[in-house]
């Protein structure tokens, strides 16, 4: 059984890294070809489309998810089919009315946009909020039935789509508006490739829609807290879009030109660069989720607290694996990604956000398992309105840091209530002597590092120091872990066993 949890994690995480890569690459292309303007467009677009996709449908496939597994507790067939049939009338009684009124009332929300041009393109996504909510009912069945691979397949061929065609609109155009626009057609066909595909196989593997009536209450009363804090993350994304460039001005006495180029650096390049660990994070929860919501109903609590202190472990495994090589090489990686100095000094100097926020984003994932939705959004707010108190009191003093310590404020109140409450949902489960561990494991990873990053310097250029030093810190930190007892090769053996 273990075995195909590491089988499973193993192939979710290498479909999501390409997927990743994929995206990556075309970032780059796009900016190449349409330029800095039309990259402003067509991220203005789905920006706002995320938030009406959050609010729509981000609750329900984590629900749908569980609400299977629950059904595979008691052997429930029909009460499967109901959940994900309730899913899918969910999502269309929430999005059909949304894209009636944005099509229609379209000159009421022009305040949506910065840049007015932006609303003809907007509409083109329309049909994709509709398409791609009910995709994420689909993609709910495919986690609780731990069809990991077809999900993984899917994902991975969704995007693909989205490149190929992309790159093939976009070809050869020179207006930054045309091009915003045929790249934002080729997210449209995506959508409908995955919707399609995924009815299909939903039904080709037995699925059915049938009388959703009996999972409809639970279904909204677990969708609505976790979609309520996914919207909220999107709607508060915004305000410090709004407020941060704003108080930069007032308070910290940079021209808007400067306050925006600040806010660009710090959330376009230093941050995405701080979440690299969201998409092992994810790998982990995706899988892990169905298999703990299983145990969870089916009352085995050994079984449940032993995937509750693997979950935890992995995710402090993880973040003392990369803190290191950020901290002694955020400056050379900012400056071989971006050419920006700034972008890498944010990434050193707020590493360390990365052990709240692993252990934050599997804890939410875990309660959210056993039925712990309300708290997690009550514990998110919390976190939330932290991170606006940052940013508000200390921006004048710090400037753009201060919605940095904000979102490590966040993460670490959030954080510590989550295991707060872990600890009393699951008795027993031991973490702390692991985490102490790691944290010594990083200070003297990031002590070696930097050592070594500072002999290598003189010798090479800064695209070899990551090559050289990064190997190095994952070493060194791998067999510092190994040295404690706090990792073995057991995973990788029953990874790549037969049995």
Not at 59 to 77: E, F, H, M, Q, Y
Not at 214 to 237: D, E, G, V
């Amino acid at each position: 059984m273990k075995s195909n949890i590491y089988r499973s994690a193993a192939q979710v995480t290498i479909f999501s890294t390409i997927e990743k890569a994929l995206s990556f690459f075309y970032r780059i292309v796009l900016s190449r070809i349409i330029g800095a303007e039309g990259i402003g467009i067509y991220q203005i677009c789905l920006s706002v489309f995320a938030v009406f996709l959050t609010a729509a449908s981000s609750g329900v496939p984590v629900t749908v998810s569980r609400l299977i597994a629950k059904s595979n507790a008691t052997n429930d067939i029909k009460g499967k089919n109901a959940a994900v049939t309730a899913g899918v009338v969910a999502t269309l009684i929430i999005t059909i009315p949304m894209a009636i009124i944005l099509f229609f009332g379209r000159s009421l929300f022009g305040f949506l946009f910065s840049d007015d041009r932006c609303k003809n393109i907007f509409l083109l996504l329309l049909p994709g909020l509709i398409l791609t909510s009910v995709y994420a009912v689909m993609r709910g069945s495919f986690w609780g039935n731990k069809q990991f691979l077809p999900y993984s397949i899917i994902e991975l061929l969704e995007d693909a789509v989205m490149v190929v065609l992309g790159c093939v609109l976009v070809y050869g155009v020179t207006d930054p508006m045309a091009g915003a626009q045929r790249a934002t057609f080729a997210v449209l066909i995506s959508y409908v490739f995955s919707f399609i595909v995924s009815l299909f196989w939903y039904f080709k593997k037995g699925g059915r829609f049938v009388n959703p009536k009996k999972q409809l209450k639970p279904l909204f009363s677990s969708s609505l807290p976790i979609t309520a804090m996914r919207t909220s993350t999107s709607i508060i994304n915004s305000v410090v879009a709004i407020i941060l460039p704003l108080l930069l001005m007032k308070a910290y006495g940079v021209d808007n030109s400067q306050a925006i180029s600040l806010y660009g650096i710090a959330m376009g390049m230093s941050v995405p660069i701080l979440f690299i660990p969201s998409a092992l994070i994810g790998s982990i929860s995706v899988v892990i989720a169905p298999e703990l919501s299983e145990n969870f109903y089916k009352k085995k609590t050994s079984l449940v607290r032993f995937d509750v202190e693997k979950s935890v472990k992995a995710a402090i495994f993880i973040a003392t694996l990369l803190i290191p090589i950020l901290f002694v090489l955020g400056e050379e990686i900012g400056a071989f990604l971006y050419s920006n100095q700034l972008s890498g000094e944010i990434v050193r100097n707020c590493s360390f956000i990365l052990l709240p926020m692993c252990i934050t984003m599997i804890t939410t994932t875990v309660l959210n398992s056993m039925n712990r939705e309300k708290r997690t959004l009550i514990y998110y707010f919390f976190g939330a309105a932290a991170m606006l108190i940052s940013i508000v009191a200390l921006t004048k003093f710090v400037g753009v840091y201060s919605y940095m310590i904000g979102l490590a404020a966040s993460f670490i109140i959030t954080g510590t209530l989550n295991l707060r409450l872990l600890k009393k949902q699951c008795e027993g489960i031991k973490f702390m002597r692991y985490l102490l561990r790691s944290l010594a494991v990083v200070a003297f990873t990031c002590a070696f590092g930097w050592l070594l990053d500072g002999i290598v310097s003189r010798y090479v250029a800064p695209i070899w120091q990551i090559v050289i030093c990064a190997p190095a810190c994952l070493l060194f930190s791998g067999a510092a872990l190994f040295c404690l007892e706090m990792f073995t090769m057991r995973p990788f053996k029953k990874l790549i066993s037969r049995n």
